[in-house]
């Protein structure tokens, strides 16, 4: 499917699974980033929750690491799996994909830490798969900008469609009289913490 073709379709929430890589107690002092990136998964956990979108999460080495940070409640999610590989594409999680969808979900809404290493690998083996991928990349961070910036070109180049938290909240939601409007409204009113997400597109506009 080429890029464009991949890129026209809507989310559906049944054909739709949330993937949240590695945002682990661990990582806060290393990350600059890290608060804004966890104060926007928080929005986007809270609002699947809401639309009753099936959420995976993965713990890198959490013996080492840390469990999952304390802000993100994500004890409704399908499994919490710990992983040692980078991709959160392995067996476990291949296993509740098909028990959740009975195969494979249309979609994967993929968002973590880090971008270039867990989230990038992850997003790799998701396409593979022949499984659209939605980064969400107002919810994904790196020890450097640069690092998280150059993986979204790489991941926009392969296919993944780039989109922020809110931009999936209300692809999802569609509809001012969808049931649960209210509910997500009221975690939409706060504008998004600002990821300084580096836009070559609109650097290139300027000159």
Known sequence: MSKIGRSLYRLKAHE???????????FRPAIPLMGAAIENSKKLVDAGKVLNIPLLVTEQYPEKLGPTVCELDVNHAC??????QF???????EQKMSAIFGDKPKTAVLFGIETHVCVEQTAFDLINKNIN??????????????DRDLALERLRDIGCTITSSEAVIFNLLADKNHESFKDIASLVKK?????????PTTAANKK
């Open 16 to 26: 739709t699974l949330f993937m949240m890589c590695d945002i682990q107690e661990k």
């Open 79 to 84: 499994a919490v799996i710990p992983k040692t």
């Open 87 to 93: 991709s959160m594409l392995f067996p476990p999680i």
């Open 133 to 146: 991928v939605w980064l969400v990349a107002d919810c994904c961070a790196s020890r450097l900008n640069q």
């Open 191 to 199: 504008v998004s913490a600002d990821l300084q997400i580096w836009l």
